[in-house]
């Protein structure tokens, strides 16, 4: 199973190559994931298919190419931070965007049950327009 470190970065290695399945197993019945207020997809999803619906599917929406990308994983106890960025081409012009970002992550029995965005939701709005 590995360490609370490892199970984060091998959910974020999986999304990055679009294995959605297996970031989706990481995640507990009852995860509460929860995207920060003014972000477009703003909220608390209850579940990994409501993570899938609420948030996954609609990345689109931020813009093209969407990705995450961490840089580094800090771990606490059963907390998880990840330090890193957004990345994603704006539908309008196509030019590239970029945001940083942390996420914190808290993991019971290998599998997340708790997911908080923290980002400049200005700025990411900014840079979708």
């Not at 609370?4 to 990481?26: C, L, Q």
């Not at 960025?85 to 290998?110: I, N």
Request: hydrophobic share 45%; proline share 4%.
């Amino acid at each position: 199973m590995g360490t609370n470190k490892e199970i984060v970065a091998a959910m974020y290695a999986s999304f990055a190559t679009g294995d959605v399945p297996t970031v989706m197993g990481i995640m507990a019945d009852g995860i509460e994931w929860t995207e920060a207020d003014g972000f477009p997809l703003a909220g608390t999803y209850v579940g990994p298919q409501a993570v899938l619906e609420g948030v996954f599917m609609r990345l689109g929406e931020i813009g093209d190419g969407f990705a995450a990308i961490p840089d580094q994983f800090v771990a606490d106890g059963d907390t998880v931070a990840v330090l890193g960025r957004y990345q994603w081409k704006t539908s309008v012009s196509g030019e590239p965007a970029e945001v940083k970002m942390v996420h914190v992550l808290k993991l019971a029995d290998g599998k997340v049950t708790h997911f908080q965005q923290h980002v400049d939701t200005v700025r990411v709005n900014e840079l979708r327009a």
